[in-house]
């Protein structure tokens, strides 16, 4: 492992380059060069001499990446990232209030108070942040005020598609760059992906690359894209295991060529082990991280 303690200081651990590295999805010679540059890492060293990274330089490496795939040159984003005045992750404002004021304008059919409050989000939260604390949050209070007759089936349904939007606004170029690939998809049957696009949001967060097929595919579809595109896993998801079931037999065949894992509240560790899979029965941040360091080198 290339995590370490400050022996001064009760926080949390420091890092390596490499585990920096794996984490942001950003190379060694990147950071290093970035560090170099623009001064935008500050680490502190070990005992031995190791440059040692913490949440800040985490941070500032999430910010930098960011501004950079919005198209702005490595200069402009560098000073973007040292000035800014919270670190991603580490929001200025709470969550719960931004969640709040979402939900409200999503429930009045409030297009712009609902995209700005998104906005004030992507620039002040990572992404795992925002799907995690906002936009899922979201999402099942208003599906649960849905179940109690409090929303109508309208109103669940606009915050739903505007939500996906932005979600999937936001993955724009996730396929790209020299990590893992998985291929992801939501199963026949299945019209409820915003839990998997978190998903890959975040895992696309930790370096991977990922092609999205969308809900309500047929298992043969993503067999045919898996045998083109060897990924590295191919994750299916969806709300209930009836979904899962209805399609074991493709499930099992495609598991037999190809590393499977199962996803959302319909994943279970027996009918994942059945069907040839792993579970992912974590939210999907939680499993992204979950695959992330599965897959890291020893």
Partial sequence: MSVHRSPDSPGP????????????GVSPDTLRAWERRYGL?????????????????????RTMKSLLGSGISASEAARGALAAPAPIGAPAQAPGPLADRLRDALERYDEAAANAVLDEAVGSLSIESLAASVALPTLEEIGARWSRGEVSV????????????????????WGGGAGPLALLACPPGELHDLGLIAFGLALRSHGWRITYLGPDTPVETVTEAAARLEPALVVL??????RFEAAAEAIAALGSRHPVAL??????AE????????????????????????????
Avoid: K, M
């Fill in 13 to 24: 651990p420091l890092l390596r380059i490499g585990e920096l590295s794996r984490r942001t």
């Fill in 41 to 61: 890492l500050e680490p502190a060293r070990s005992e031995g001499g190791f440059r040692l990274y913490g949440e800040a330089d985490e941070a500032r490496v």
């Fill in 154 to 173: 309208a109103q669940e349904h606009f915050a739903s598609n505007l939500l996906r939007g932005r979600l999937l606004g936001l993955a724009r170029g």
């Fill in 237 to 242: 998801a969806a709300l209930g295991p009836e």
């Fill in 263 to 268: 996803g959302g509240s319909g994943s279970g």
């Fill in 271 to 298: 009918l994942a082990e059945r069907l040839g899979a792993r579970a992912l029965t974590a939210g999907p941040i939680e499993a992204a991280a979950s695959v992330a360091g599965a897959s890291a080198p020893a």
